[in-house]
DNA sequence: CTTGTGATTGTTCCC
DNA sequence: GGGAACAATCACAAG
């Protein structure tokens, strides 16, 4: 079933989908799954595979079942990459709620979540 | 021309 | 804790 759910519980979220171009500036956009950064790759190989397919309808579907399929040592690189861009998209949305934060007065330090290191020599895509 | 839909799963958000 | 909307993608439909 896909009846997602008519009605959300939330509130504020009422924001109906008014135009794929009306989105707020400031809203940064949701960080891809790691189904979906699987996807982007699974999308190219799948297109060789299958040129006659274009749909992604299809490729989503086809992806779905492969992605289930996967083990979780596949879905490690996926999941690493969908947990970065997580801790990124964090901090955004945190600087959406709060454009300010901190900035108010007397405060000196005390979020220290500064993740910034890169040390993380696997990208290695330098 | 323009816009939405359909389909996949995951993630994320706010109350 | 929960529930609900949205993230990419791309052909096709309808007005």
Redesign the pocket.
């Known amino acids: 079933m ?1 009846a ?10 009422l ?7 009306d ?1 707020d500036p400031n809203k940064p ?8 950064v699987f ?2 790759t699974f ?1 190219k190989e799948y297109r060789e595979k299958h040129p006659d397919v ?4 299809v ?3 086809a ?3 492969k ?2 399929s996967l083990s979780d040592a596949e879905k490690a690189p996926y ?1 690493a990459k ?2 970065k861009l ?1 801790a990124e ?2 901090k955004k ?2 600087a ?2 709060n454009p300010q934060a901190g900035e108010a007065s007397g405060d000196s330090d005390k979020s220290k979540s500064e993740v910034n290191d890169e040390d993380d020599g696997s990208e290695g895509d330098a």
């Open positions: 896909k997602k759910a008519g009605s959300r519980a939330g509130g504020s979220r924001a109906v989908k008014k135009s794929k171009a989105k956009k949701r960080p891809p799954s790691a189904f979906f996807m982007d999308r274009k749909l992604a309808s490729i989503g579907k992806g779905g079942e992605w289930k999941n969908a947990e997580k998209y964090t949305i945190n959406y709620n």
